[in-house]
């Protein structure tokens, strides 16, 4: 497995994208760097350009992004603009196959929520149909799209690994698949082994420790290695990205890239 970092979370700058830890982390170990969409689609083309460039002059690879929508661009309820959607999401697949990214992490709980009153039943239909349109984008650029349960005091619809994989089933697109995130599942106290029937279909892993969505180490009580071994059991060897809050990152990312490497090996 790889082992990456989701920089939005340790962003000390203004844009809340977190590039300016992107050196370190390779310095440090990292196989690559997981930076926000949303984030990066709200610069200016010279501000993305600068990126651009600054990965291939350090050799960083940027494989996944996560943050697909920002919070402004509903998804659900009576208020979605389908023309404003599709012509965001044209947009920001550009942009992240222009940094070489391969897997695009749909999470996005502000986008994606159900106002209140709304049904359930059809904002899941407008999931679906979203999904639709994003695979004719995807697809030509080899890019996947990982669906990210989110746990219940974040997102209300796509909450569980099931419900995800659901979801991803009934798009039926080799290209949409799911994201596995154990800070969540352990929050939502969904089942790890609810992944099992649905392996075929995680494409990525997000990974922090469940007390305060910080970055793993050996004194965590959270049973890391069970997740892995069931990781193994099912075949997956793509990407886990550590995505966490720290106050000291340099410490923070060093002990968890040992200790992830130690499960791993």
């Given at each position: 497995?790889k082992?990456?970092?989701c920089?939005n979370?340790i962003?000390t700058?203004?844009?809340g994208?977190?590039?300016?830890?992107a050196k370190?982390?390779?310095?440090?170990?990292?196989?690559?760097?997981?930076?926000?969409?949303?984030?990066?689609?709200?610069?200016?083309d010279?501000d993305?350009?600068?990126?651009?460039?600054?990965?291939?002059l350090?050799g960083?690879?940027?494989k996944?992004?996560?943050?697909?929508?920002?919070?402004?661009?509903?998804?659900?309820?009576p208020?979605?603009?389908?023309s404003?959607?599709?012509?965001?999401?044209?947009r920001?697949?550009?942009?992240a196959?222009?940094?070489g990214?391969?897997?695009i992490?749909?999470g996005?709980?502000?986008?994606?929520?159900?106002?209140a009153?709304f049904?359930h039943?059809k904002?899941w239909?407008?999931?679906?149909n979203?999904?639709?349109?994003?695979d004719t984008?995807?697809?030509p650029l080899?890019?996947?799209?990982?669906?990210?349960?989110?746990?219940?005091?974040?997102?209300?619809?796509?909450?569980?690994?099931?419900?995800?994989?659901d979801?991803?089933?009934?798009?039926d697109?080799?290209n949409?698949?799911?994201?596995?995130?154990?800070?969540?599942?352990?929050v939502?106290?969904d089942?790890?082994?609810s992944?099992?029937?649905?392996?075929?279909?995680?494409?990525?892993?997000?990974?922090?420790?469940?007390?305060?969505?910080?970055f793993?180490?050996?004194?965590?009580?959270?049973?890391?290695?069970?997740?892995f071994?069931?990781?193994?059991k099912i075949?997956?060897n793509?990407?886990?990205?550590?995505?966490?809050?720290?106050?000291?990152?340099g410490?923070?990312a060093?002990?968890?890239?040992?200790?992830?490497r130690e499960?791993?090996?």
């Amino acid at each position: 497995m790889k082992i990456g970092c989701c920089c939005n979370m340790i962003a000390t700058q203004k844009d809340g994208i977190g590039f300016e830890h992107a050196k370190n982390l390779i310095e440090l170990g990292y196989d690559y760097i997981e930076l926000p969409l949303a984030q990066l689609m709200a610069l200016e083309d010279d501000d993305f350009l600068k990126i651009k460039e600054s990965l291939k002059l350090f050799g960083i690879k940027c494989k996944t992004c996560n943050n697909f929508f920002p919070a402004n661009i509903k998804l659900t309820g009576p208020a979605v603009n389908e023309s404003v959607v599709k012509d965001y999401v044209v947009r920001a697949v550009g942009r992240a196959s222009q940094l070489g990214v391969d897997t695009i992490v749909f999470g996005s709980s502000g986008a994606k929520n159900v106002p209140a009153g709304f049904d359930h039943k059809k904002a899941w239909t407008q999931l679906v149909n979203l999904l639709n349109y994003v695979d004719t984008v995807v697809r030509p650029l080899g890019i996947v799209i990982a669906i990210e349960p989110l746990n219940k005091s974040e997102s209300n619809i796509i909450n569980t690994v099931k419900e995800g994989c659901d979801l991803a089933k009934e798009v039926d697109s080799p290209n949409i698949g799911l994201l596995v995130d154990y800070y969540h599942l352990m929050v939502e106290n969904d089942d790890m082994y609810s992944m099992i029937p649905f392996s075929d279909k995680i494409f990525h892993v997000h990974l922090a420790n469940p007390e305060g969505r910080c970055f793993p180490s050996p004194t965590d009580t959270a049973n890391y290695k069970e997740f892995f071994s069931l990781l193994n059991k099912i075949g997956y060897n793509r990407r886990v990205s550590v995505e966490a809050y720290s106050n000291n990152i340099g410490q923070d990312a060093t002990v968890a890239l040992n200790y992830l490497r130690e499960i791993i090996a």
